[in-house]
């Protein structure tokens, strides 16, 4: 019968040479009938090739860091990195770029996490990150405009150190206070971008954290307070 047929093919020597030959990629078996004698056959399906492909590389799971908002996303990021007692905490507005820009790189020269707040309410969740870093000092980025006293007094209770507040008259003194405060003369680098949007001093200063450099903040011209913190880094490369 056609079935014993197909059964001895199955079991026959030849068959597993060529379904063990490395130069097949695929195998089946189909059914042939032969209209002349009525007869159907059973039949051996091989195709040969070059080897498949193998599986598609599993995707990639991006590791998101993120909250439910910028306040909580910050909280996160400091979650994620910093382990409790770190020496410095900063604080900088999350409601405007230029402060909390200017100073990331000074957090990272000092290896410290940055976290925002709102002017005048102290978000939940940057004050559970606060408890839980349990900062040895805290340091406040930008002017009462930006940030008010009464956060500022709020601060007070999430370190036994001091609260200090780094600012200036406006974003660039701000940025530049914060340069001084922690940057010796003579930097390598100092990085230098606008002050009027974020998109390229938000770049910059992963780029000046990576390399232990200031970030400096102009607009059309240099500003006063820029220019006179130049003086005083006297940097090699701008």
Same mark, same amino acid.
């Given at each position: 019968?056609?079935?014993?047929?197909?059964?001895?093919?199955?079991?026959?020597?030849?068959?597993?040479?060529?379904?063990?030959?490395?130069?097949?990629?695929?195998?089946?078996?189909?059914?042939?009938?032969?209209?002349?004698?009525?007869?159907?056959?059973?039949?051996?399906?091989?195709?040969?090739?070059?080897?498949?492909?193998?599986?598609?590389?599993?995707?990639?799971?991006?590791?998101?860091?993120?909250?439910?908002?910028?306040?909580?996303?910050?909280?996160?990021?400091?979650?994620?990195?910093?382990?409790?007692?770190?020496?410095?905490?900063?604080?900088?507005?999350?409601?405007?770029?230029?402060?909390?820009?200017?100073?990331?790189?000074?957090?990272?020269?000092?290896?410290?996490?940055?976290? &925002?707040?709102? $002017?005048?309410?102290? !978000?939940? %969740? /940057?004050?559970? *990150? +606060?408890?839980? @870093?349990? #900062?040895?000092? =805290?340091?406040?980025?930008?002017?009462?405009?930006?940030?008010?006293?009464?956060?500022?007094?709020?601060?007070?209770?999430?370190?036994?150190?001091?609260?200090?507040?780094?600012?200036?008259?406006?974003?660039?003194?701000?940025?530049?206070?914060?340069?001084?405060?922690?940057?010796?003369?003579?930097?390598?680098?100092?990085?230098?971008?606008?002050?009027?949007?974020?998109?390229?001093?938000?770049?910059?200063?992963?780029?000046?954290?990576?390399?232990?450099?200031?970030? &400096?903040?102009? $607009?059309?011209?240099? !500003?006063? %307070? /820029?220019?006179? *913190? +130049?003086?005083? @880094?006297? #940097?090699?490369? =701008?």
């Amino acid at each position: 019968s056609a079935d014993t047929a197909a059964q001895q093919w199955h079991d026959s020597a030849p068959h597993y040479a060529i379904i063990t030959s490395a130069t097949y990629v695929a195998a089946g078996l189909g059914v042939a009938y032969d209209p002349s004698s009525g007869r159907t056959y059973w039949t051996g399906i091989f195709i040969a090739g070059p080897p498949p492909p193998g599986p598609p590389p599993a995707p990639v799971d991006p590791n998101r860091i993120a909250g439910t908002d910028r306040y909580a996303t910050a909280a996160a990021v400091a979650d994620s990195a910093f382990k409790p007692g770190v020496a410095v905490a900063f604080v900088g507005s999350g409601q405007a770029f230029p402060d909390a820009l200017s100073g990331a790189a000074a957090a990272a020269r000092t290896g410290s996490p940055v976290l &925002l707040t709102q $002017n005048g309410l102290l !978000p939940m %969740s /940057t004050a559970q *990150e +606060l408890a839980r @870093l349990r #900062p040895g000092r =805290i340091v406040l980025l930008g002017s009462s405009g930006a940030v008010d006293a009464p956060v500022m007094s709020l601060l007070q209770g999430y370190t036994t150190g001091t609260v200090t507040r780094l600012a200036g008259a406006d974003r660039y003194a701000t940025a530049a206070a914060v340069s001084k405060a922690t940057f010796a003369v003579h930097p390598a680098a100092v990085y230098i971008a606008s002050g009027l949007n974020f998109p390229d001093a938000l770049a910059g200063a992963a780029a000046a954290a990576h390399s232990g450099s200031p970030v &400096l903040l102009v $607009n059309s011209s240099v !500003p006063a %307070s /820029t220019a006179t *913190e +130049l003086t005083r @880094l006297a #940097p090699t490369h =701008i």
